[in-house]
């Protein structure tokens, strides 16, 4: 089975830290962007950072910028976003997705070809 599972989510006070797992199952990460986005209430899903197969070339939205880190070991098949100094509009379900193989540095929705079922991120007092 083909899939993608985000771990890592929960509730943190605001300035507190997470880390976020992405593993896949049943296909390779390698050769594919991965990319993390984010949908709050009531909000559209944004992205809010990719990293190439690589792991060369990575971009962030500017609302986590020096404050989140997007990292992979292909060898584990798995892709981390580590989170620090977490604001409560953070709040958040996360979703890992996986890019076309071959396709290069294409992080869009559009360009996604396997998504995660998403892992809650709770930032409140």
């Known amino acids: 089975q083909l899939q993608l599972v985000e771990s890592g989510g929960g509730l943190v006070q605001p300035g507190g830290s997470l880390r976020l797992s992405c593993a896949a199952s049943g296909f390779t990460l390698n050769y594919r962007a991965i990319a993390w986005f984010r949908q709050a209430p009531g909000k559209e899903r944004e992205g809010v950072s990719c990293?190439?197969?690589?792991?060369?070339?990575?971009n962030y939205a500017d609302s986590v910028k020096g404050r989140f880190t997007i990292s992979r070991d292909n060898a584990k098949n798995t892709v981390y976003l580590q989170m620090n100094s977490l604001k409560p509009e953070d709040t958040a379900v996360y979703y890992c997705?996986?890019?076309?193989?071959?396709?290069?540095?294409?992080?869009?929705?559009?360009?996604?070809?396997?998504w995660g079922k998403g892992t809650q991120v709770t930032v409140s007092s």
């Open positions: 997705a996986a890019g076309r193989y071959g396709a290069g540095f294409y992080c869009s929705v559009a360009g996604m070809d396997f």
């Open positions: 990293i190439s197969y690589s792991g060369l070339s990575t």
